[in-house]
Structure formats: structure tokens, C-alpha cells
């Protein structure tokens, strides 16, 4: 294969280097392109553009493969613990046993949020939704932390920010929930895990405890390795470009929350089950809610289908909906959506539209059955989901900052008014 790719414009030949990443994906490096020929790319979406290199998440969506520096996610979502993976996301190996303690103590270390940041919690209407609240507290961690605005620290100092976020999230995820209900706050114990703590901080109430189930507690596990990166998506992206103006970790993660929480990405965990819930409510005729998917004239879209990259399956969907049959079982919970949500697999599996389309049942169409079986609110669906994305938005945001990327900011081809000069708003 030619070490080069060849672009012929206004007849003169140009050649830009090809680029093969380690699992033999090929990309133009187009770098210099506007510099040698005055030419520009245009992508909306960018559905064919590389936005970096990056050594995180290997993807293939033909061949429905991830895997998190190597270890496929299947490997990981049955055997690791989540905080195990989010130290091989962010720092790029497995711990070994020492490694794994520190950093286990260190979370727990910092799991408190200060307690002047309950006083914006409170003045939050009752009702707001949390991943709002999340977003400001996120970002509000800044404020409390200053020195994390200078970027350029050493690692050390850097990792603290890191710790803090990873400690902090839960608590201040199952607080938003705390504060919709009007309920007094749970604080975090140091005697349990990471997701038995979040359940806990969730569950609990100052006048009693409830112990974490420990089904509850490996279905949260799982849930949240399945989400822990997915290389270059919306909510990451996000993260990469804020933090490549060198704004805080801070201020990036809280981008990628808000990035998240649109329905078209993480959002969609809870129109899947505000969407099964409306085909209930109406009679359970799912041929009629596919036909209205198909329907180009409605704006209605079958939520948990359809991926960016998966064409063929999701394997986090796989994974998933085998958990989701068995959270429900060792719960014993009958929860007639999921009956809905089979059904309607079924059908859109085997309707031609979405098999021409490459539509299938994404990672967020059976969570949302699990997280409700657990006993999370449908409104809290997407802060899970950005819970277990964490490490991936710090992985993201690390990497770029090591590898010293320049500011994100994308070109356009303008398509507004010429030159005209200004009329006096009389004469308008
Ligand atoms: N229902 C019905 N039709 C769909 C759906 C859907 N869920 N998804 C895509 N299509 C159709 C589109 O209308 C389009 O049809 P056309 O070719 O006739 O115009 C075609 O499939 C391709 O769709 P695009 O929107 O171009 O695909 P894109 O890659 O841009 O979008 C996305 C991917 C946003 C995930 C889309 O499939 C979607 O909206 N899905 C529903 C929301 C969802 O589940 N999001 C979660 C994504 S996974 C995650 O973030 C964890």
C-alpha cells in the first residue's frame, strides 16, 4: 500500500501521509491540507474525521469489538471490579495489589463534599433534574479546589483532582437525588465499595441504614464498567476540546456531563423507558410505535437504537441484557416493560428498515430496566450513566493534556451574506 494518499485539486496532485493506528485502522493525516492547498474538509457530525490518536479504547462496530487498553469489555465486565478499570482507563494498566489499595484508600479518602456545597444543593427547586445539578456541582468543585485551575502542575497535584472527582461524584449524584425527595442527606461510609456506598448514600435515611444488596451491588459493577469509555463520543469529545484551552478537569468533566444528558446519548437511557413506559400506557401495540418510527414525517425515533459506530450489534447491549434477565430473576421483580422492551427487539430486528439501516438495540435500551429494578428513579438514569463514564472523560482529558494537543477549534465554509453595509434603522 502507498505511504501516502493522493488529492487531486484544481488539477495539481497532492500527497498527505496515511496513518495505521495498532489495530490497523487507516486515517489521511490531513493536517497541512489548508496550508498547502487553501482546502478545507467538511464533515458534519464528523463521521469521518479522527479528532486525535489515541491509545484508550479500541472500537470496531463492524465486528462489534471493545476493549479498554486491550482487555476486551467482556472480560472485564465479568471479572473486574469498576474502580479496577478505572484505573486501567485512566492511567493505562491493570493495578497490581498495592497499587489497587492506594488507590481504593485515596477515593475513600475523599469521598465528603464540602459542606457549604450543600447550600446550593438545597437552593435547587424541588424536582430539578439532577444531571442540571450535577453539571453546576461538577463544575462548583473548581471553586473549592482553585489550585486546579492552574493545569500545568505536576502529576501529583494533578492526580488529586482526579481522586477528588472520582470520590466526589457519587456522593454528590446520590445527594441530587436526596434533595428532589426533600430528604436529609446520607454520608458516605468508609467501610464500603465504591457502588455500595453510592446505594447507600442513595438508599439509606440518617434514622436507618440499609445494607447494600450484593446483587444490586455487582449489576451496578457491571453497569458501570459497560460505560466506562467509548473513545472519541459526543460527551468525550467535549471533554477534550474544553480541557484543550487548558480550562480545569473540572470545568471539561462538567462539559461532558451536560454533553451526555441530550437523548441522543446518554439522555437516551431515560426516553428508553419514558418510551416503553408511553407504549404501555397505550395499549402495548408495538407494531404501531415501530411504524411511527419509520414514519419520516414524525419525529418520533425508537430510543436505545441505533449507534454512531455499531452497525452490527453492540456488545455492551449483549452484555447487558443478559444482566438485566438476571438482576430481575435473582430480584424477582416481573416488570411488564421488559416484556415490552423484547417484544419490541423482536420486531425491529427483523423489520427491514432498521436491518438496512444497521439498527440495533444499543448498550442504554436494557440499563434502564436494570437501574429501575435496583431501584433508581428514571430521572437518575443519566447520572449513572455519567458516573461510570468518569474515568473514560479523565482518561480523555489526560491524554490529551500529555500528549500536549493543540487547542480544538474546527474551521467552516461560510455560507451567510457577502459584504453589505449598514442601513440606518429608518431606512430599514
Ligand atoms: N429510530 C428510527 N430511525 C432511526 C433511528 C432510530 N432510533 N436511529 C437512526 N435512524 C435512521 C435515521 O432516520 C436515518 O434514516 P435515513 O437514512 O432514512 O435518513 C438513518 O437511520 C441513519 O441515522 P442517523 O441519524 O444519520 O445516524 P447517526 O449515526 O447520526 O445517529 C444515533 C446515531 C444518534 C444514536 C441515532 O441512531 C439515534 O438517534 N438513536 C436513538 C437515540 C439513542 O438511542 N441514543 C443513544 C446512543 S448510544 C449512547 O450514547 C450510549
Redesign the pocket.
Known sequence: MSENAKIILDGETHEFPIVVGTENEKAIDISKLRGATGYITLDY?F?NTGSTSSAITFLDGEKGILRYRGYPIEQLAEHAEFLEVAYLVIYGELPTKPQYEKFKTDIVRHTLVHEDMKHFLEAYPRGAHPMGIAASMVCSLSTFYPESQDTNREAEAVNLTIIRLLAKLPTIAAWSHKNSLRHPFVYPQNKYSYTENFMHMMFSMPTEESTPDPIVSKALNKLLILHAD?EQ??SASTVRIVGSSHANLYASVAAGVTALWG????G?NQ??IEMLEAIKADGGDVDKWIDK??D?DDTF????????VYKNFDPRATIIKKAADDVLDALGIDDPVLDIAKKLEKVALEDE??VK?G?YP????YSGIIYRAIGIPTEMFTVM?ALGRLPGWIGQWKEMRENNEPIGRPRQVYTGSNKRDYVSIEKR
Open positions: 457530525g463521521k467509548h463520543n459526543c437523548p441522543l446519548h446518554g437516551a426516553a428508553v418510527a419509520k419520516k425515533r425508537l430510543m436505545g437504537f441505533g449507534h454512531r428498515y432498521f439501516r439498527l444499543n448498550v442504554d435500551f450513566f
